[in-house]
């Protein structure tokens, strides 16, 4: 198990459920991180999923790498 690197598509999967077990955005994202590790998920990730959860949206959505996507964008200026 320690070769396991959740994917960001896992870890959506595993704040829905602690969504449902009517945990806080800031318990889920201690109980991840004492699971996987501190670099595995951000507070402001699990804040901003809860809050999506409260409006009804259930639906992964899968993050970009903002520094790749500015790296690529200097570079065809």
């Given amino acids: 198990m320690a070769d396991f690197v959740p994917t960001q598509q896992y870890l959506h999967e595993v704040l829905i459920l602690q969504?449902?077990?009517k945990k806080?955005?800031?318990q889920a994202h201690r109980e991840i991180?004492?699971?996987y590790g501190e670099q595995c998920?951000?507070?402001s990730t699990c804040r901003e999923?809860?809050?999506q959860?409260?409006?009804g949206n259930f639906a992964f959505q899968e993050e970009k790498n903002l520094d790749a996507n500015r790296t690529e964008w200097t570079a065809s200026r």
């Fill in 19 to 21: 969504f449902h077990l």
């Fill in 24 to 26: 806080s955005a800031l």
């Fill in 33 to 35: 991180t004492a699971v």
């Fill in 41 to 43: 998920i951000e507070k």
């Fill in 49 to 51: 999923r809860f809050a």
């Fill in 53 to 55: 959860f409260k409006k």
